[in-house]
């Protein structure tokens, strides 16, 4: 994003204009220097960022764009006050409409692998479940994320959602009544989750004060049986764990399925804890397979049962479950008691031995591409990374990465730019943990070429008008009503890869600035254009 100039920095941006002046008039087409016209060239003032998608996990669309609704970000973990925005100033919350935020790490930090920065997103939006994802960053520069977060109303293919409205506890704030929420069956698994609550509970809030009011009990199920219900999962496979000792290990969840409940009122506070135990059940689809018995599930096998927090980005094994079935439809089900919410998850981890911890996995990407999707999955664990990557991530990094050990995986890459998004390159991987480098050739077609894009903001009201190259800026391209993030400008310039050149083919370029979006459609028919947008005057009296 686009730092601000404080008056000092006016003043000596105006001293440097004179010797801009010849670069000025090739670069950005200045041929009339009799009109007036002020140019900045906005270099960044972060080092090490990172863009931090919050995405709609049923539409992966951008939280904000679609649905109007803001997304509220807290910073914590051992790390959290090397965060700084994109001015270097101190970060720890956040809010963002369009569904994007800069952050970065401060400039006397540089992160490594023995000295690397870990921190935790937490997001939360009106509507969507709670969650989190837990960062580790061992290296400068700039970086793409993506958070999923799901809509209890319109949750993603794979998963089930269902609510109780007017539960309203009595002057003292216990139910007067037991309240039970059961979801309907997942169409994929046949699976389902379901909460009671019994009469006589108190439900409190994270301060421990009895939540009040209106209330509202969701239960939301989720099965393994397609990618957009396991994305939403908060971590992923890949898991930080705490022991029942209070020790810390890392490892790889085989999941059979997982949920999340909550209870919130009409002002919006949060049920956390209870009284008494309440009672969680959660479906296991007929095929699971219990990697302790190395068959299927059957009837009494033990499950591990594992709850979430949000605020560090660890799970933690609550109980073992016993496994019940199979049912009319060949499912199993696990019932279990709890005395807080957050995601539970019904998984076997796989950890010792099963695993290898690296500081890095890189994956080089070979051929031309503004942006792609990045799968890495393995045939029994299912999808175990998933990334947007731009134009400028030819070489990729999962940084300090836990992989299963002796099992076959394949990376896969999508064009994002492609309606909808299409497979243009995989290559299979006999054991992750054997390689350090992964080769990746992708292939977009012909009819594609390397476009130069020169881009320039300007606020013309101004006089002299003012005219600026930014960098910072995210640089966006809609496709499939997403707009799909396809790098940073470095001073008004970036290089975009396999775009069409056509008479018809008009692409809709945006770019983003303290959670405005200015949009404009151009039809690219060379391989170097420039394109030109115009602030508005709040933004412009900034600087």
């Not at 692998?113 to 997103?121: D, E, F, L, T, V």
């Not at 151009?522 to 709040?538: A, G, M």
């Amino acid at each position: 994003m686009l730092p601000l100039l404080s008056k000092k920095n006016k003043y000596l941006l105006a001293g440097l204009f004179i010797a801009f002046v010849s670069l000025i008039y090739t670069s950005c087409d200045i041929t009339n220097p009799t009109k007036g016209l002020a140019v900045i060239f906005n270099t960044l003032s972060v080092q090490t960022s990172a863009s931090v998608n919050f995405v709609d996990a049923a539409t992966s669309q951008q939280i904000g764009l679609s649905t109007q609704r803001n997304v509220y970000v807290t910073i914590t973990g051992p790390d959290k006050d090397k965060v700084v925005n994109q001015q270097d100033q101190s970060l720890t919350s956040a809010t963002t409409s369009t569904g994007l935020l800069n952050i970065g790490i401060r400039n006397d930090v540089t992160p490594s692998p023995s000295n690397p920065i870990r921190i935790n997103i937490v997001a939360q939006s009106d509507g969507y479940i709670l969650t989190s994802r837990p960062v580790t960053i061992q290296s400068t520069g700039n970086r793409s994320l993506t958070i999923n977060m799901v809509d209890m109303n319109n949750p993603p293919l794979g998963s089930i959602a269902a609510q109780v409205s007017n539960v309203r506890p009595n002057s003292s704030g216990q139910l007067p009544s037991p309240v039970t929420v059961q979801t309907n069956r997942e169409p994929l698994s046949n699976g389902d989750a379901s909460i009671t609550i019994n009469s006589g509970t108190t439900i409190r809030d994270a301060s421990g004060n009895p939540l009040t009011g209106n209330l509202t009990v969701n239960a939301t199920y989720f099965s393994n049986k397609s990618d957009q219900s396991t994305r939403s999962l908060p971590t992923g496979s890949n898991v930080s764990t705490i022991t029942q000792s209070g020790n810390t290990q890392r490892g790889f969840f085989q999941v059979a399925s997982f949920a999340s409940y909550n209870v919130v009122n009409q002002s919006g506070q949060t049920g956390r804890n209870f009284s008494n135990p309440v009672n969680l059940s959660i479906t296991l689809p007929s095929d699971t397979r219990n990697p302790q018995s190395q068959n299927n599930l059957r009837n009494g096998d033990a499950v591990p049962i594992w709850s979430y927090d949000e605020s560090n980005g660890q799970w933690r094994q609550e109980t073992t479950a016993t496994a019940v079935g199979p049912d009319s439809r060949g499912n199993y089900s696990v019932s279990f008691p709890a005395n807080h919410l957050s995601w539970w998850v019904a998984a076997w981890l796989q950890t010792g031995n099963q695993v290898c911890v690296k500081d890095s996995l890189v994956i080089d990407i070979t051929g031309s591409y503004s942006a792609l999707l990045l799968k890495v999955k393995a045939p029994t664990l299912g999808l175990l990374f998933e990334t947007n990557v731009t134009s400028s991530q030819n070489h990729f990094k999962f940084e300090d990465v836990t992989l299963p050990a002796n099992l076959p995986v394949v990376v896969e890459a999508y064009n994002l730019l492609e309606c909808p998004e299409e497979l243009v390159g995989s290559v299979a991987i006999p054991d992750l943990c054997s390689v350090s480098n992964i080769v990746l050739p992708v292939n977009l077609g012909s009819g594609r070429n390397d476009v130069e894009v020169n881009i320039s903001a300007s606020c013309r009201d101004r006089d002299p008008v003012l005219t600026i190259q930014p960098s910072g800026y995210n640089i966006f391209i809609k496709s499939c009503n997403q707009d799909i993030n396809v790098g940073m400008l470095n001073n008004g310039y970036i290089k975009l890869g396999g775009l069409r050149l056509s008479q018809t083919e008009s692409y809709t370029f945006a770019i983003e600035y303290k959670g405005k979006k200015y949009y404009k459609d151009t039809t690219v028919t060379q391989t170097s254009y420039n394109i030109q947008y115009s602030l508005d005057n709040e933004t412009c009296s900034e600087f």
